[in-house]
């Protein structure tokens, strides 16, 4: 990790720039796969999964019978892991649901909003060098509380053809309505445009490679839309001499072995802080079975000494990161003025991986500084608002004469007419 010390304001987002590549030629790549699926189906999946999962498959999807021989492969300590996560997450995105007020604007004139599941929903699950089945939690639970009808997942399968076990059964207790054996571009595809066997979803969620990112993105420019931009995971961490450097380390380094494209920040209040945590990463870097996916990532990393906190609290907000964990003293204060982050964690004894699994918080963050403008995944994700609004005789007259002058002033004459009508009928 490089170090700064006291920075200047101007240097920020140079220091801060994050780990980007070049997606034009990807874009090209990417969408030449998702016009052959467009067109072809199933065909076309075939082929693919071939070509880039190494297996042949005549069927994609799942069966019962698969599943519950991935529950019996599951052990029983996850399993019960897994329950006590399932619990808290659907307590936490339960309380979310939204209330139906309605709200009379002006005598005669009711209004309210009504949220409405969104009926089909896509999943993806990431299962290469880590099969992400929290991540079928974290999406599947919010889906099915929201009251989505069919909730739909796709996970790459190993070279025998198979998905993996746990991923299976974090699908079965979270209500997972269809899986299927897909993963990449091909599973993007699959979702946003049906085939002969994936049925057409109306949203996709779920995070990926940059092949999956960059296929989200692009067919959310026309067929469907995706649950946010995405990017390789991040966290900054904001340390003071009250912090536990091995705890720190081991924050950082959590987030590191996510991938090479991974980036950790740790902003501190003294050279001496830093020393420590940086002593740490390399005692706990060695001992991890992704070290070269952690030491990699280091490389894409900074540690900065800014001693005011104030200073502190604005290069954070410049910085957005995914995950913030505040380890300081006042960690309360700090927390209140952070306005971009995706999820916060608060003092020394919160770590980022307990909302990556059981806390009961969402996982999937805004990153790439899109926290500056979106929410995590939560209950709202799923659901759509719809209004209404009901005007009585009373309600009309009231408000009438405004929306004619209105539509007047915008030369909208019929606008104008549709409210004329019913008055000049009111009157007679």
Same mark, same amino acid.
């Given at each position: #990790? ?12 140079? &220091?801060?720039?994050?780990? $980007? ?19 072809? !189906? ?65 005598? !005669? ?12 929903? %896509?999943?993806?699950?990431? %299962? %290469? ?78 995070? !990926? ?18 649950? #946010?931009?995405? !990017? ?26 996510? %991938? ?52 502190? &609290?604005? $290069? ?82 009231? &408000? ?5 002058? #209105? ?22």
């Amino acid at each position: #990790m490089k170090t700064f010390i006291n920075p200047d304001k101007k240097d920020w987002p140079e &220091i801060l720039k994050r780990p $980007l590549i070049d997606v034009s030629e990807l874009h090209t790549r990417v969408q030449s796969v998702l016009d052959e699926i467009k067109s072809r !189906g199933d065909e076309a999946l075939r082929e693919f999964t071939q070509k880039f999962d190494d297996v042949q498959l005549e069927s994609f999807s799942v069966s019962e019978e698969e599943i519950n021989e991935a529950e019996q492969l599951v052990d029983t300590e996850l399993k019960s892991a897994i329950q006590l996560a399932s619990e808290n997450i659907s307590k936490f995105h339960a309380a979310q649901k939204p209330e139906l007020k309605k709200l009379e604007t002006t005598p !005669g004139v009711t209004c309210w909003q009504k949220a409405v599941a969104i009926e089909k929903v %896509g999943l993806y699950i990431p %299962g %290469g060098t880590a099969p992400l089945f929290s991540t079928v939690l974290m999406l599947a639970l919010p889906a099915q509380i929201a009251g989505c009808k069919e909730i739909v997942l796709c996970s790459p399968p190993n070279k025998e053809g198979k998905i993996h076990p746990a991923i299976l059964y974090a699908a079965k207790v979270s209500g997972v309505t269809k899986i299927f054996k897909l993963g990449g571009v091909q599973a993007i595809g699959a979702m946003a445009y049906g085939s002969e066997t994936v049925p057409k979803t109306y949203k996709i969620f779920g995070p !990926g490679n940059q092949y999956v990112m960059a296929a989200k993105q692009l067919v959310s420019m026309n067929n469907v839309s995706i649950d #946010m931009p995405a !990017g390789p995971s991040e966290v900054l961490v904001v340390a003071d001499e009250t912090a536990n450097p091995a705890f720190v380390a081991s924050d950082l380094l959590s987030q590191a072995e996510h %991938g090479v494209d991974s980036q950790v920040i740790l902003v501190a209040n003294s050279e001496d802080l830093v020393t420590k945590v940086q002593t740490e990463i390399q005692i706990q870097l060695d001992k991890l079975p992704r070290k070269q996916f952690a030491a990699k990532a280091l490389d894409n990393s900074v540690a900065i000494v800014i001693t005011n906190k104030n200073e502190q &609290i604005n $290069l954070i907000n410049e910085y957005a990161p995914e995950h913030l964990i505040i380890c300081t003293a006042n960690y309360i204060e700090m927390a209140e003025r952070i306005s971009n982050a995706g999820s916060v964690f608060l003092g020394n004894l919160t770590p980022e991986s307990a909302g990556d699994y059981a806390s009961g918080t969402n996982h999937t963050l805004p990153t790439n500084g899109w926290a500056r403008s979106y929410s995590g995944v939560n209950l709202d994700s799923f659901l759509k608002k719809i209004t209404f609004q009901e005007i009585s005789e009373e309600g009309l007259k009231n &408000i009438g004469p405004a929306i004619q002058k #209105m539509a007047a002033a915008e030369e909208l004459e019929a606008h104008k007419n549709a409210v004329t009508l019913r008055l000049k009928n009111l009157n007679e």
